[in-house]
């Protein structure tokens, strides 16, 4: 089971995690995507996040926007400079280079992809594939079956399901057998994806489905165009504890 093979345990009864994602970075600290100088918006997010005393942080992927090991570096400086203190892991998204990621992963950058606790666990799944719409590989499907029998939330980049939207043209094109085969473990109680840089809730077969907004920009709902709207840096926080599992999205600006 390569892709799960390091794991990183938390010795508690709850988890308090967040999402982040889609922060679109460059080499040069000021530069812009769509106008939204992406750097300042994931420092932004970083602050925030030190004040909300959360167990980990997972990173949903594109973190690059000009493809540099460059913004990688700048990636984890960034965090390096944060008041942020828990462990940050990470799964890849179309933008991504798996290999710079793993490079940059050191410290608190950690490369696990299975987060146990006394509850359950947190699986990061793979769903980069060879275009910018996501694929997860068969041996990669078996792999997820086989460590899911302990209740599990799943991360992906792509979303599996449409949203109705211009990123449809880019979603995760075998998610209906993703999500049947995470269905098929009777362990899976959510799935949590980024990509479509908005806030969206779906049900499938008893499985909820949440999309967390990006800290970069945002794209309109609901629409064949591809239309940004600059409505401030966003993150989902994630609370997972004998009562239940709580998600909320947070907005810098609104």
């Known amino acids: ?13 709850r988890l308090r995690i967040a999402h982040v994602t889609d922060t679109h970075l460059f080499a040069n600290i000021h530069g812009e995507y769509f106008g939204v100088n992406t750097a300042q918006h994931f420092r932004g997010v970083l602050e925030a996040l030190s004040q ?10 594109d973190l690059t926007q000009d493809h540099t090991f460059e913004s990688y570096e ?29 490079k940059i992963s050191q410290g608190q950058i950690q490369h696990a992809k299975c987060l146990a606790f ?5 699986l990061l799944v793979n769903s980069k594939g060879p275009t910018p719409a996501g694929w997860v590989e068969s041996t990669h499907l078996c792999e997820i079956e086989a460590v899911a029998k302990v ?32 269905i098929q473990t009777e ?28 800290t970069s920009i945002q794209f309109s709902k609901h629409t064949e165009q591809w239309q ?27």
């Open 1 to 13: 089971m390569g892709w799960f093979n390091e794991k990183y345990a938390f010795n508690q009864a």
């Open 52 to 61: 909300q005393q959360v167990d980990a942080v997972i990173f949903g992927g």
């Open 74 to 102: 700048l990636f984890a400086q960034l965090l390096a400079d944060s008041n942020l203190e828990c462990p940050l892991f990470w799964l890849p998204g179309n933008h991504d280079e798996i290999d710079y990621l793993s």
């Open 118 to 122: 006394e509850l359950g666990q947190i």
């Open 151 to 182: 209740p599990s939330l799943v991360f992906c980049h792509h979303n599996p399901l449409s949203i109705d939207g211009y990123l449809d043209k880019h979603m995760l094109e075998n998610g209906p057998q993703l999500l049947n085969r995470l």
């Open 187 to 214: 362990h899976v109680l959510n799935v949590f994806h980024g990509h479509v840089h908005n806030e969206y809730e779906f049900m499938f077969r008893g499985i909820k489905i949440y999309a967390t907004p990006a």
């Open 228 to 254: 940004q709207e600059n409505l401030g840096a966003a993150y989902r926080l994630i609370d997972w504890s004998q009562q239940g599992i709580h998600t909320e999205v947070k907005w810098l600006e609104r």
